[in-house]
């Protein structure tokens, strides 16, 4: 099947996605500061460039856009270049696995939120209730 939309517009459609600043990233580093929480954003000094490292706590976070990273729910591929975006998809699951091991390994924890769940707002409040009770050992 083929695309819909012309090779220049489809190009013109993937340039505009954005990897940081999302909406949603900004809205959840937000609540994440207001709980006192002090991190570095997209930091090229951690493995994997997390969106949020959190040294003080040995805790990375990465919030994985759902075309990207290959969300089961909501991963759309695009009809021209079928076999490109399906390479492309499964090389970023490889690196996702990867970087869990990484931090495995090196006693890390590591939270890993989709893109579709920090739209709901009960969903960050646990996210960030369950991590602060992790580290109280509660």
């Not at 990897?19 to 930091?43: A, C, D, H, P, Q």
């Amino acid at each position: 099947m083929t695309d819909t939309l012309s090779k220049e517009r489809r190009s013109r459609l993937m340039s505009r996605i954005c990897s940081t600043e999302t909406k949603i990233e900004v809205e959840f580093r937000k609540k994440l500061w207001r709980f006192g929480f002090r991190y570095s954003k997209n930091s090229t000094k951690y493995f994997g460039k997390p969106d949020l490292a959190l040294p003080k706590y040995k805790t990375v976070i990465f919030i994985d856009g759902c075309f990207w990273h290959g969300c089961e729910k909501h991963c759309r591929i695009p009809l021209s270049n079928v076999d490109y975006w399906y390479a492309k998809i499964r090389q970023n699951k490889n690196r996702d696995q990867e970087v869990v091991r990484f931090y495995k390994m090196h006693g890390w924890r590591m939270i890993r939120i989709w893109e579709h769940d920090l739209k709901n707002e009960k969903f960050i409040q646990r996210t960030i209730q369950k991590f602060i009770k992790s580290l109280c050992g509660s």
